[in-house]
């Protein structure tokens, strides 16, 4: 029990900014096994965007109440800028390599933000409970997407640099089912027409994405599975409002 607990410690230091307890150790075998708790990690952002959104509505208008660590979406930004000004897959990769930020990097983060914002006041006009439950299912339902790409895909870097290097790995078929049951389980949150319009959103853009990532690149990288969690975070909340019109 404490080595499960160890490895959910090491997913939410590497895949998060949050500060984790010092006795946890660190190797790159364990941030390989640790992937299966990614959905989890989406638990704790969940639950602090929630609360914090919450909070904030409380001396904010609900459109200004959105925070972000920007931890995928640096990954989304370095995604638009390698595959926006990319052309072979080389080149794709050093562009992503880069850490300054590009024009399809700035446009796209801008874009990404914007279009988060207007779907959580668009869910907030149905009242704030409704923003906290999509945030509880978006976070976990949306880091599902970005693991099952782990254990689909081959990881495309060979430089042994690469932070995400350790998660080359596919998951076995247990870990992907640990991963998928704190993946849906917040589902329980939302109604069953928004539970699967919210799901269907989400599969339909990973199964596009991971096909675009295969045909240019081969493979998956660190900041493609940033970009996915991004782009599935937004799709559940699309999701959830089509769901509303047909209410």
């Not at 925070?67 to 930004?77: L, S």
């Not at 640099?161 to 389980?185: C, D, T, V, W, Y």
Request: glycine share 10%; aromatic share 10%.
């Amino acid at each position: 029990m404490r080595y499960q607990l160890e490895l959910f410690f090491t997913a939410l230091g590497f895949f998060t900014r949050l500060p984790v307890p010092a006795w946890v150790p660190w190797s790159t075998e364990r941030l390989n096994q640790a992937a299966r708790y990614f959905p989890l990690v989406g638990w704790v952002v969940g639950l602090i965007g929630a609360g914090s959104y919450l909070i904030f509505t409380l001396a904010l208008p609900p459109a200004l109440a959105v925070a972000t660590g920007a931890f995928h979406e640096d990954g989304w930004a370095d995604t638009c800028d390698g595959l926006g000004g990319g052309w072979e897959k080389a080149q794709v990769l050093t562009i992503m390599k880069d850490s300054r930020i590009g024009s399809y990097g700035t446009v796209g983060m801008v874009l990404m933000l914007l279009a988060k914002a207007a779907a959580l006041f668009e869910l907030g006009a149905h009242g704030l409970s409704g923003v906290a439950a999509a945030m509880l299912v978006a976070h976990p339902l949306s880091r599902l997407c970005a693991t099952s790409l782990i254990h689909r895909l081959p990881y495309v870097r060979e430089d042994e640099s690469a932070k995400s290097k350790p998660l080359a790995r596919r998951m076995n078929g247990a870990e992907l089912l640990i991963a998928a049951g704190f993946g849906l389980l917040p589902l329980i949150l939302l109604g069953p027409l928004e539970a699967l319009c919210a799901v269907a959103a989400v599969t339909l853009v990973t199964v596009w994405a991971a096909r675009m990532f295969v045909r240019r690149l081969g493979g998956y990288t660190g900041d493609l599975l940033g970009a996915t969690q991004q782009v599935t975070e937004l799709a559940c909340y699309l999701g959830i409002l089509s769901a509303w019109n047909f209410i």
